[in-house]
């Protein structure tokens, strides 16, 4: 696998929504970046492609542009997007309104949970890469 395969992105408009899951992941093998703004994202994705993108916020704020873009630039390998909302809002999305996540979280989220997300979405690239 190349060097790109084991990057993180989170991608969150108020660093504080991530201070949690830079003190998880500060201690795994993966590099993260974060991104403050929806280009800055789409710029770091283009960059260094990673093989998770968490966005961190109320869902309804990411849009399906968005989403598609952060597809469209991580094209050599799949990536696993997945949101990240605040425990106060709500949890249940149908599909026909899912922007296109693979997945819902919420905050706070355990340790536990949030390594093995991050290992079956390394999983997941690493089969589909060989595959």
């Not at 968005?66 to 997945?82: E, G, K, S």
Request: aromatic fraction near 10%; glycine fraction near 4%; hydrophobic fraction near 40%.
């Amino acid at each position: 696998m190349d060097a790109t395969s084991s990057h993180i992105l989170l991608l969150a408009k108020h660093p504080r929504q991530v201070r949690f899951l830079m003190t998880v992941l500060g201690c795994s093998s993966f590099s993260v970046e974060i991104a403050c703004s929806e280009e800055q994202a789409v710029m770091q994705a283009s960059e260094h492609p990673p093989f998770l993108i968490i966005l961190a916020g109320d869902h309804l704020s990411w849009s399906q542009g968005l989403l598609c873009n952060l597809r469209t630039r991580v094209t050599t390998h799949p990536v696993t997007l997945v949101a990240l909302t605040d425990f106060h809002a709500p949890s249940w999305v149908y599909q026909e309104e899912n922007p296109g996540f693979d997945g819902f979280f919420v905050s706070p989220i355990s340790s536990e949970v949030l390594l093995s997300l991050v290992q079956s979405a390394y999983t997941r690239r690493a089969c589909c890469s060989f595959g």
